[in-house]
């Protein structure tokens, strides 16, 4: 019997020509791995930075407070009690600027967190320039005017400041921001050698030294000269003949002693 079709043939595979992949192909094949491996770390590095952020296992347990004295450390300590209990990385310098912002005598502080459990805070605080007498107490004043705290009279001894004492002087804002700038532009070497402080207006600040001299130093201006001038008048050698009593560097291009 004569076969009346042919039976129909496969494509034979092993024919099938591969041409070599081009320089673009290729490079647009890396650029897609590329793609690929760098979203999935990113995804990746997310998801571990959201466990980080939100996880129990770095929570505070320890504040470390260092650099407080007229803040006292058990204030501080309690102030910043709301941060315990919560992870390390939601913890930064704002929140503890806002939880100190309160204290006067607070400048700035500087936050470092010591992983797995710690916080360490240290506080940095405004100089005290001054002091008034309050009751048995002594309230210390910034170079700007502000009270930063109130101690006892045994403490306050300790910082060595000049003493305002006249009422007028605390109860005029302008005399009183005159006298504690002037206070604050003296370089501790010779402020701690003042007794105290005092002026009618804001152009007649007078300073008294420990040895009972006066300084006649006039308004704030030129406060740095007039303390390069001051200090290289307290060094002259004293006259026991003729005594200098009042030193006057209101004007410091020409000071006068008398």
Known sequence: MTQTGQQHQAPDTDNVLEFPETH???????????WISGAGLLVLLAA???VLYFSPVLAI?????A???????ER????????RGRPLPQVGQRTVEDLLSGEPAVDTVRVHAEPPHDLSVEVVEHEPVAMVPDGGDRT???????????????????YQLPIVASAADISDPAVFDAITSVLGTLPESIRTRM???????????????????????????QGARKAQVLE???KVPENEEDPVREFDVSTPDRPVTR
């Open 24 to 34: 673009d192909q290729a490079r647009r094949r890396h650029r897609r791995v590329w």
């Open 140 to 158: 210390l004043y910034s170079a700007a005017g502000a009270a930063l705290a109130t101690v006892p009279e045994d403490r306050a001894a300790a």
């Open 76 to 83: 501080a300590e309690k102030l910043l009690e709301p941060v």
């Open 48 to 50: 571990l930075g959201a």
């Open 61 to 65: 347990t320890t504040v470390k407070v």
């Open 232 to 234: 290289a008048l307290l």
């Open 195 to 221: 007794e105290s402080a005092s002026a009618e207006t804001i152009d007649s600040v007078t300073l008294t030294l420990t040895d009972g001299r006066t300084v006649l130093w006039g308004n704030p201006e």
């Open 67 to 73: 650099g407080t004295d007229l803040l006292a450390q």
